[in-house]
Structure formats: structure tokens, C-alpha cells
């Protein structure tokens, strides 16, 4: 049975996204079937069940925690450096770090991405979209991490201390800013 809640989480927008018609409200990610979208939707709920017993890391579902052994197993391992990754997508893009390959231009400056979603993140200096808009104030940020930080003003949680005195900040800058003038 369909809930209210259910509704209000996930959007079928097939005229938007043809191939991935399923959005996440909570991150505006988008899936190809509802199951991954399901899937998805756990990371978000907080609980984190299965336990990597190699580096005591959390993940919300099985196949994260699957995906995540890879890099313990060396199965996709830059041959340059030695670093391992969760998949032969994550390899593949970790590799231009060694080539320099940049295969992302912007079309407005021509600034150059090693990432598409660098890219995405990028264009929105010129478009000026903020797509993460905080529910209580109503600011918008064009990066999430952007609107994560803002959280913690109306959280009041300050998870940066300083290792010089018990005293604690919203913002790593601010540390930086405090040691610097105790």
C-alpha cells in the first residue's frame, strides 16, 4: 500500500529523464527502475546495518557493502599508484589524475573537468541555479555540501575542534581562523 510519505520520496518524471525516470527528492538523483530507487532511498534513512569487517565501515544495504570489498580485494588497482578502488568506474576516472586527461569542457569558459558531474557542478556559476534549497530558511546552495554546512547553523552542531583547547566550530575555516588568532 502506497503512503503519503512514499510520495512525497520518490517522482516519476518520465518527461524530464526518459531513461532514469525515478528521482530522489531528498539528493534529486535519478534511477532507471523504482527497486534502485528503493535501494537508494536507505542511504538516507541513517541505518547502517552491514559491517565491513576489514575496516569496520558502515553501509546501509548489502550490495554497497559488496561493491565496497572490492577495494579490499585489489581488484581494481591503479597500476601507477597502488590505490584501490570499488570499481572499474571508479578506476577509470582515478587514471586522469596520471593522464591529465580532462574530457569535460564547459561550453560558456572552456574550463575543463576530469568528472561530468564537476562539470554539472561547474555550469552552475554560469546558470546560477541553486537546486539545494534548506527547508527551514528557505537559502539555496548549487553544491550539497554547501547546504550540509548550513544545516549545522540551525543544528547548532560544530563537528570541527580544535586540537589546541576544548573549543568547537561549524566550520573547519574556523578552526584554521582560530588557531591562527587564539
Known amino acids: 500500500m502506497k503512503t503519503e510519505a512514499d510520495s512525497n520520496d520518490i517522482t516519476e518524471a518520465t518527461h524530464d529523464d526518459k ?3 525515478y528521482l530522489c527528492t531528498v539528493c534529486d538523483k535519478r534511477f ?3 527497486s534502485s530507487l528503493d535501494c537508494h532511498k536507505l542511504k538516507h534513512s541513517g541505518n547502517k546495518l552491514y559491517l565491513c569487517t576489514q575496516c569496520q565501515k558502515r553501509f546501509s544495504n548489502q550490495h554497497s557493502l559488496r561493491k565496497h570489498m572490492n577495494a579490499h580485494s585489489s581488484k581494481y588497482k ?16 582515478h587514471r586522469r589524475i596520471h593522464t591529465g586527461e580532462k574530457p569535460f569542457e564547459c561550453s560558456v569558459c572552456s574550463k ?18 541553486k537546486p539545494y534549497k534548506c527547508h527551514l530558511c528557505n537559502r539555496a546552495f548549487s ?18 575542534k580544535c586540537s589546541l583547547c576544548d573549543k568547537s566550530f561549524s566550520q573547519s ?3 584554521q581562523l582560530h588557531i591562527a588568532d587564539p
Open 19 to 21: 531513461t532514469r525516470p
Open 32 to 34: 532507471r527502475s523504482r
Open 78 to 93: 591503479c597500476t601507477e599508484c597502488g590505490k584501490c578502488f570499488d570499481s572499474n568506474h571508479n578506476l577509470r576516472q
Open 112 to 129: 575543463r573537468f576530469t568528472q561530468a558531474g564537476h562539470l554539472v557542478i561547474h555550469s552552475r556559476i554560469h546558470s546560477g541555479e
Open 143 to 160: 553544491q550539497l555540501g554547501d547546504l550540509k554546512s548550513h544545516m549545522r547553523v540551525h543544528t547548532g552542531d560544530k563537528p570541527h
Open 173 to 175: 575555516s574556523s578552526v
